[in-house]
């Protein structure tokens, strides 16, 4: 199993960049395809952008794309997100997921393990 830990959030304005880091713990990270999500305050967890397990293929939301650009390197266990262009409605809590099969999802459900979460605010 992975366990997620996020790092990088913070506050930006619009138009500003940051990026974040996923750094996973465990031997298997590069069984694990991840993915990214985001959550406001009494919302469902929307997603973002997925990777899969050699990080060849990826799948962004219509939202992010063109913005957005995810990679990872396997032999440091981490998956990362650079941000550039950033909105405020980018406004939330950035989630790190890990899911151990072969297949991209969009579907927070389908994912297996989570980190704790990175703020991220974008001031108008």
């Known amino acids: 199993q992975v366990q997620p830990v996020e790092s990088g959030g913070g506050l930006v304005q619009a138009g500003g960049s940051l990026k974040l880091s996923c750094v996973a713990s465990?031997?298997?990270?590069?069984?694990?395809?991840m993915g990214w999500f985001r959550q406001a305050p009494g919302k469902g967890r929307e997603f973002v952008v997925a990777?899969?397990?050699?990080?060849?293929?990826?799948y962004y939301a219509d939202s992010v794309k063109g913005r957005f650009t995810i990679s990872r390197d396997n032999a440091k266990n981490t998956v990362s997100l650079q941000m550039n262009n950033l909105k405020p409605q980018d406004t939330d809590i950035y989630y790190c997921?890990?899911?151990?099969?072969?297949?991209?999802?969009?579907?927070?459900?389908?994912?297996?393990?989570w980190g704790q979460g990175a703020q991220v605010t974008v001031s108008s």
């Open positions: 990777i899969s397990r050699s990080g060849r293929s990826t």
């Open positions: 465990g031997r298997t990270f590069s069984m694990y395809a």
């Open positions: 997921g890990g899911r151990s099969t072969v297949l991209l999802t969009s579907t927070p459900n389908e994912y297996d393990y």
